[in-house]
């Protein structure tokens, strides 16, 4: 039987689509129009329904988009086009999926499902795939911790028949997914390591990858490591060269625990600072508090005007008081911060200087290794261009390696062009490094003190709100007492 919605163009799940959605499923009543307005943020959903309403969401043909929903418990893509169940990687929550009444008809799709460890309830009846001999057994040994099938509970003895079953099958698929999760924690771990280097600025020279750098995009100086004696002379350059990116890269690691140390001793002075003059302002509002209440009882119980016109003066000059107790708190606390932050941004340029200052050190180091490899593969190969013209060479070489033995210029101009790419290679990771230092410290120093300025007037704006109340409520007094 053809379904209604065959003649319907297919739909593409967008951030439209989920935004229309969400809305239409969010708070309904004196609820609903605030959620729309300020807007229902994706990572809050927790359920979601995308299949037959009015035609509106069910001729949806593939499963995408729903990253942003994170923490979605349950979600219904009934009565759609869905062939493939896929694309749901980000829903690490989901405990209810119902996928009846679409398309999907490979088995194949149980298995990705297995990665949803807190899935209990699934519906795929009215798929081709539910028509299959070996549907519930299947799903029932791939999917253990499955509570629910197609509204139906699945039970102990189900469970059993189906593990044993197709226990060989599950066991070689467990195998695999040991090995790729094992996999994945190794990448993880090595991607963890890469930002921690990367937050050092030391990436990638904890070994041999610059120095192999330098010979990646080097034609003429892979030719000229064929010459008689080159091996030997580039494999010690490479030693002693790799030694010194790994001088770079220890010490980068030691300042970087160094800045963290200043930053994290810098921020917890900072929060001491605002805590400690937090705790005195509340101390003096607090005893403002309480004699504002007995001022305001003692001006309402006064039946004489000109007492009570004292006593609004005397409790107007209490708020003039506490307001420029308040404000010089927050002055000194300025002060305070000013100094501590400036003397932070002298440490941390100070440390950032030392420590550009000794990998540039470093790095001329390998250009003083890459000037005297060069010195000696330019002897060698005057050298080798000699016996050459002379007919000496007992030594096979390439075609193309000989081929830059025509004249002296040319194979002079080939050991220059190799030195010229490894020179450029190491001027641009110097670069990289010292630039990469410099904007870290400058974006940290300015975003410090930008902090520091809106937190101030935060500060001033809380005094001004606070002491208007207090001014409001006698103004209202007072116009009140005029009255009766």
């Known amino acids: 039987m053809q379904r209604l919605y065959d003649s319907v163009e297919p739909r593409v799940m967008d951030e439209h689509m989920l935004k229309l959605a969400v809305e239409e499923q969010g708070p309904q009543e004196e609820a609903g129009p605030l959620a729309r307005q300020e807007g229902i943020l994706f990572k809050d959903v927790l359920s979601l329904r995308l299949d037959f309403q009015n035609l509106s969401f069910n001729n949806i043909e593939a499963i995408e988009g729903l990253d ?20 749901l990687d980000a829903l690490v929550k989901l405990q209810v999926l119902s996928l009846g009444n679409n398309q999907i008809g490979n088995m194949m799709n149980i298995i990705y499902l297995r990665r949803f460890k807190a899935l ?95 010979y990646a995009e080097d034609v003429e100086g892979n030719k000229l490591a064929y010459l008689p004696g080159v091996g030997e002379l580039l494999q010690a350059y490479k030693d002693k060269f790799v030694i010194i990116c790994l001088n770079i890269f220890e010490y980068g690691l030691k300042q970087q625990e160094k800045r963290k ?7 917890e002075c900072i929060q001491e600072a605002i805590q400690e003059n937090q705790e005195q302002g509340k101390r003096r509002i ?43 708190l927050e ?25 550009i200052e000794n ?38 070489l390439p075609d193309d390696v000989r081929a830059l033995f025509v004249d002296k210029d040319t194979i002079v101009n080939a050991v220059g062009a190799s030195h010229d790419i490894h020179l450029l290679k190491i001027d641009n990771r110097e670069d990289e490094l010292v630039t990469r230092t410099n904007s870290w410290c400058t974006h940290l120093v300015d975003t410090i003190h930008k902090d520091e300025i809106m937190r101030n007037r935060r500060r001033v704006k809380e005094i001004n709100q606070y002491i208007d109340h207090m001014q409001n409520e006698l103004d209202n007094l007072e116009c009140s007492d005029v009255i009766d």
């Open 68 to 87: 942003t929903l994170v923490n979605l418990e349950d979600l219904s893509l009934f009565n759609n086009r869905i062939s493939k169940i896929d694309s």
């Open 120 to 214: 209990r309830t699934l519906s795929l009846s009215g798929n081709p795939i539910a028509e299959s001999e070996d549907y519930k057994m299947f799903i029932c040994a791939y999917l253990p911790d499955l509570g629910y099938l197609d509204f139906r509970r699945i039970d102990d003895h189900m469970k059993d028949l189906a593990r044993s079953k197709h226990q060989y099958s599950i066991d070689g698929l467990k195998q695999q997914e040991h090995l790729t999760q094992a996999r994945l924690d190794d990448e993880r771990a090595r991607q963890e390591e890469l930002k921690k280097h990367k937050v050092a600025f030391v990436e990638h020279l904890n070994g041999s990858f610059l120095f192999d750098s330098m």
């Open 261 to 267: 140390l200043e930053l994290d001793t810098f921020n």
């Open 286 to 328: 607090a005893k403002f508090e309480e004699k504002h209440l007995l001022s305001l009882n003692a001006i309402r119980e006064q039946s004489n005007l000109t007492n009570i016109e004292i006593k609004i003066v005397e409790y107007g000059e209490d708020i003039t008081e506490l307001f420029n107790v308040l404000m010089t």
């Open 331 to 355: 002055m000194h606390l300025v002060e305070q911060l000013e100094e501590t932050i400036n003397m932070f941004e002298r440490n941390i340029t100070d440390l950032v200087a030392l420590f």
């Open 359 to 396: 990998v540039q050190s470093l790095m001329a180091q390998c250009r003083d290794l890459e000037n005297h490899h060069h010195e000696k593969l330019l002897e060698i190969s005057i050298n080798t261009l000699e016996r050459i013209v002379k007919g000496e060479l007992n030594e096979d």
